[in-house]
């Protein structure tokens, strides 16, 4: 008994200053983001007016960090893959749908009429009753098994797609064009008034997740294995799909789809961490997902001056990392 203890404590000891790098990474690219290239003289009234305005593009970043990254590790431990992500399920497709479907049938000023919590909250509130509805019953249903649900999953995003290609044929050139605009993620998106709610859903969201963390754990074990230690597995796979439904629909609602980004940040935190445990998992995931977001629009706004296309270059590079990952692992 006393050698895994030890392991154990050795894991700990490189974990939590791996932890504590990050964060201070992470709080040097949100000092760099708000600070930055200001104009007005440090401390002057328009000085904090540029911060202000700053101000609402990071809490975006840390608002979709959170939701994208906790989601991701979430539904890894549902599925005991680390492989699928809801985004590549057909997930955010829906939100295409949707979106296609405001403009084409009541045009493209329907898109910033219909904008409000009212609007938000019933797109997340669709988009949570269809993944949930559909994942329990891939997913816990009597035929239900991995390849069936990723079978399925692929199948409705190909189709929603298709649905919403086509309608977006039909549009104008310049309805076509407010839609692109909401379509590709984007964290200028956001409007500030949606921040404080998204704000205080995930964080109540989260708070249940991390009291949950050590159950978490056993079911990470597999089916068997959680049932036999006397969880019931399929109450608690529905609870985890819900939550990431929540977390996923607030996200893309906000600053629309991320499909990869997720799929990344949750692969290099169980790569940092070494560890299962998703008291290490979760925090790192978070961290890494804000300092992907926070250094990757410094870096292209003050050096590149190509703030507007992070969102193009994550779905890029993520699409080859996981390309790569898939092909070395060599299966599902």
């Known amino acids: ?11 700990e000891a490189r974990v939590w200053p791996r932890f ?6 992470a709080a040097v690219c949100a000092l760099g983001v708000l600070t930055w290239g200001i104009g007005p003289e440090p401390g002057s009234r328009g000085f904090w007016l540029v911060v202000e305005r700053r101000g609402i593009t990071v809490a975006t970043m840390i608002v979709v960090a959170a939701a994208q990254s906790v989601a991701t590790v979430l539904f890894h431990t549902a599925t005991s893959n680390r492989i699928l992500t809801p985004s590549i399920m057909g997930f955010e497709a829906l939100y295409v749908v949707m979106q296609t479907a405001l403009v084409f049938f009541w045009g493209a000023q329907s898109l910033a009429a219909t904008d409000g919590l009212l609007k938000v909250a019933l797109q997340s509130a669709l988009m949570v009753v269809f993944a949930t509805l559909l994942y329990r019953w891939l997913f816990s249903g009597r ?14 995003g190909m189709g929603f797609a298709s649905v919403a290609t086509f309608m977006q ?7 076509f064009d407010v839609l692109s605009a909401r379509l590709f993620g984007n964290m200028s998106n956001s409007n500030p008034e949606y921040i404080p709610w998204a704000t205080l859903v995930i964080g109540a969201v989260i708070a249940i997740v991390w009291v949950k963390r050590h159950r978490l754990d056993v079911l990470a074990l597999g089916r068997e294995t959680a049932t036999n230690l006397g969880l019931n597995f399929r109450g608690e796979v529905t609870q ?25 940040v949750a692969t290099l935190a169980y790569q940092l961490t070494g560890s299962s445990r998703h008291a290490h998992v979760l925090p790192f995931a978070f961290l890494l997902g804000l300092i992907t977001l926070l250094g990757g629009y410094f870096i292209l706004r003050h ?3 190509a703030a507007g296309v992070l969102s193009v270059l994550i779905e890029f590079v ?6 790569i990952f898939l092909l070395r692992k060599g299966r599902l």
């Open 240 to 264: 985890l799909l819900v939550i990431t439904a929540v977390l996923i629909s607030i996200s893309t609602t906000m600053v629309g789809p991320l499909t990869f980004f997720g799929f990344i």
């Open 169 to 175: 044929r039909m549009l104008t050139p310049s309805e």
């Open 20 to 25: 504590v790098i990050l964060g201070v990474v």
């Open 1 to 11: 008994m006393a050698e895994p203890r030890v392991l154990e404590a050795s894991r």
């Open 143 to 156: 035929l239900g098994n991995l390849h069936t649900m990723l079978l399925v999953g692929v199948i409705l």
């Open 318 to 323: 993520g699409g080859l990392f996981f390309l």
């Open 303 to 305: 050096v590149f001056s």
